[in-house]
């Protein structure tokens, strides 16, 4: 039996060139990776994920004491938008410090909780320190805290920032970006709204 070839009868077949046959190959390869890599690089942030403070922005003055602006950060929201401290002007914002080790902080979660539910206006940052996000925002989601938003100070540079020595330690920043009251201990339900009034 004979075989047809575009070099005539009974011929055998030409081979592809080896650099031909190296660049389909190739091609090939590339083309499977970036198939196992588009969805993970097109994916919205999630909450796993979100909330890590990426910038510190300077400002004149800025101070974690009463009386001076908070200092201003920035992080990623949980639908990727970037968020900054100082973009809630308009609102009472209590910034609290935490971890997952601090027993003080774990058991003023619920108060916080019960106060951010109550209180649509006011936003409640939870900054939590040096701690991995998933450990974080498990905790948060294990006693049901969606009134609270996490927030990770990974470096500790936020911490620092507002000068905290302590955990639990609380901002209460009013509507222009100013410190008006803070607590350096674990709060009872009473106390955080007496340091919202304050910051009102």
Same mark, same amino acid.
């Given at each position: 039996?004979?075989?047809?070839? !575009?070099?005539?009868?009974?011929?055998?077949?030409?081979? &592809? @060139? /080896?650099?031909? !046959?190296? %660049?389909?190959?190739?091609? %090939?390869?590339?083309?499977?990776?970036?198939?196992?890599?588009? @969805?993970?690089?097109?994916?919205?942030?999630? $909450? =796993?994920?979100?909330?890590? %403070?990426?910038?510190?922005?300077?400002?004149?003055?800025?101070?974690?004491?009463?009386?001076?602006?908070? $200092?201003?950060?920035?992080? =990623?929201?949980?639908?990727?938008?970037? &968020?900054?401290?100082?973009?809630?002007?308009?609102?009472?914002?209590?910034?609290?410090?935490?971890?997952?080790?601090?027993?003080?902080?774990?058991?003023?979660? @619920? !108060?916080?909780?019960?106060?951010?539910?109550?209180?649509?206006?006011?936003?409640?940052?939870?900054?939590?320190?040096?701690?991995?996000? +998933?450990?974080?925002?498990?905790?948060? +989601?294990?006693?049901?805290?969606? /009134?609270?938003?996490?927030?990770? +100070?990974?470096?500790?540079?936020?911490?620092?920032?507002?000068?905290?020595?302590?955990?639990?330690?609380?901002?209460?920043? +009013?509507?222009?970006?100013?410190?008006?009251?803070?607590?350096? /201990?674990?709060?009872?339900?009473?106390?955080?709204?007496?340091?919202?009034?304050?910051?009102?």
């Amino acid at each position: 039996m004979s075989v047809l070839t !575009a070099e005539g009868p009974d011929r055998e077949p030409t081979a &592809l @060139p /080896r650099w031909i !046959a190296a %660049i389909i190959i190739g091609a %090939i390869a590339l083309a499977s990776l970036a198939a196992l890599l588009w @969805p993970l690089l097109m994916r919205p942030a999630t $909450p =796993t994920d979100a909330g890590v %403070i990426r910038a510190q922005i300077e400002a004149d003055g800025a101070a974690g004491r009463i009386g001076a602006t908070a $200092p201003d950060f920035e992080w =990623t929201g949980p639908d990727g938008q970037t &968020l900054r401290l100082s973009a809630y002007r308009g609102r009472v914002v209590v910034v609290n410090f935490w971890a997952t080790w601090c027993a003080p902080c774990r058991e003023e979660m @619920p !108060a916080l909780q019960r106060v951010a539910a109550s209180e649509p206006g006011v936003v409640v940052l939870e900054v939590d320190l040096m701690e991995a996000s +998933d450990k974080a925002r498990s905790f948060l +989601d294990s006693l049901g805290l969606d /009134r609270l938003q996490p927030v990770l +100070d990974t470096d500790g540079a936020t911490t620092r920032r507002f000068g905290v020595l302590g955990l639990p330690s609380t901002f209460f920043v +009013d509507r222009d970006g100013v410190i008006r009251h803070l607590e350096l /201990r674990q709060m009872t339900e009473a106390q955080i709204r007496t340091g919202i009034q304050k910051a009102r």
